[in-house]
């Protein structure tokens, strides 16, 4: 196949949210990974994304299955392997939309070196952290963010340890560029969120507090009861907070100061709902991996003996 075959653009065709769906989702009911899916699949027919060149990666989880509810390509791969597999579709393929869905165990556990080393290299590609505070498909393990005292599988009386912040964790990696967060139960700030981090040109990492009904019924329900107990992160270049700015506190907050980014990420309460951090000079590395990849095979060896001829004897 000539390497320029997958350049071409597909004939213009305007999609409908069925071309979007895929098997059944089979979740347990009022699972926030629902809330998610629905999200995804508005956000491609919205932006009318090829969905055969949109993929989702995901590794090992509850959330992990939902490539399978999409219908677009999807790559399930293993546990905590979501974010190098999608970092190399990135570096061979700029023509992609990319999204990967990983779970607080899948990325903030065994795949935690993983996750960090994506940061920092930044590649174009939207990252979709469901974060849960439990290990939900193997039936109620301490997961790294699973907060202190909580009686688990595990744990039974009680997790010892403070949990991991996966959000001051990202913010403080080298060279980490879009910072947000947002709950699975106010879907319309969950879309805005979605939206503005596909458009972001690095990597966009967005932690989604949600429910797990079964294994963690009620950890959230405070903050779901009590609106002074959110807060909407307003900027112009973050999150559009919609229609919830009659409902909620807003403040105003500036992404690009590393230092307020970091103190509002270390707090428990209340949760703040946009975009905490944002870094618009991150260097991109799939910038780097992409070079040559439009050119023809003549061109490629003409300057591989150019290289060659460097080293002749005259």
């Not at 590395?285 to 300057?303: P, V």
């Amino acid at each position: 196949m000539n390497m320029t075959d997958w350049t071409l653009e597909p004939h213009m065709r305007e999609f409908e949210l069925d071309d979007y769906l895929g098997a059944a989702a089979r979740w347990c009911p009022s699972c926030g990974n629902h809330t998610v899916l629905k999200c995804l699949q508005k956000l491609c027919k919205e932006l009318n994304l090829p969905p055969e060149k949109t993929v989702v990666v995901s590794g090992i989880g509850c959330s992990s299955r939902l490539p399978h509810h999409m219908g677009t390509y999807g790559f399930h791969s293993l546990h905590g392997r979501a974010l190098p597999v999608a970092s190399g579709i990135r570096a061979r393929r700029p023509d992609l939309s990319i999204f990967v869905v990983t779970g607080d165990g899948d990325c903030c556990a065994i795949g935690a070196g993983h996750w960090l080393h994506a940061l920092r290299y930044n590649m174009k590609m939207t990252v979709l952290l469901m974060d849960n505070n439990i290990y939900g498909l193997t039936k109620k393990q301490t997961s790294p963010t699973t907060p202190a005292h909580t009686r688990t599988n595990t744990h039974p009386n009680g997790a010892p340890l403070d949990p991991l912040n996966p959000l001051a964790t990202a913010i403080s990696m080298t060279n980490a560029s879009f910072i947000a967060q947002c709950v699975d139960w106010l879907p319309e700030h969950l879309y805005h969120t979605l939206l503005r981090a596909h458009a972001h040109p690095g990597l966009s990492f967005i932690r989604i507090r949600q429910r797990c009904p079964h294994f963690m019924k009620g950890h959230l329900d405070d903050f779901m009861n009590d609106p002074q107990k959110l807060r909407l992160l307003t900027d112009a270049r973050g999150v559009d907070p919609g229609s919830l700015t009659d409902t909620y506190p807003a403040l105003a907050h500036d992404p690009t100061q590393f230092e307020q980014a970091m103190r509002i990420a270390r707090e428990n309460s209340p949760i703040s709902l946009g975009l905490i951090y944002l870094n618009e000079s991150a260097i991109r590395y799939d910038e780097f991996t992409q070079r040559g990849l439009i050119t023809s095979e003549e061109e490629k060896i003409a300057a591989i003996e150019a290289e060659l001829d460097k080293f002749a004897i005259v």
